[in-house]
Nanobody
């Protein structure tokens, strides 16, 4: 069994900052890409940022220059630092990890954490 547990999020005013973290635990042989996605009410889930096992990041255009993704491979944890937040960043944020167990490689998702940015 593999679990992704997220923490962070909450309510912040526009222009403020928040940090998210997501720790993977369980039967993990290795973790490939990790990332953050978000889903606003009435909208589809969208990619926010991903990071490879080697540390190469990729960002959605809407967050470039404002969000930073990082990971700690020793702790099986991915982070998302969000600065200069805007009301349109309001969404449920989900972490995702591509994890290799003893046999197969599967996608795992966290439970989601709410981020609300007030104007």
């Amino acid at each position: 069994q593999v679990q992704l547990v997220e923490s962070g999020g909450g309510l912040v005013q526009a222009g403020g900052s928040l940090g998210l973290s997501c720790a993977a635990s369980g039967s993990i042989f290795s973790i490939n890409a990790m990332g953050w996605y978000r889903q606003a009410p009435g909208k589809q889930r969208e990619l926010v940022a991903t990071i490879t096992s080697g540390g190469s990041p990729n960002y959605a255009d809407s967050v470039k220059g404002r969000f930073t993704i990082a990971r700690n491979n020793a702790k099986n944890t991915v982070y998302l630092q969000m600065n200069s937040l805007k009301p349109e960043d309001t969404a449920i944020y989900y972490c995702k990890a591509v994890i290799k167990g003893q046999v197969v490689v599967l996608d795992y998702w966290g439970q989601g954490t709410q981020v609300t940015v007030s104007s």
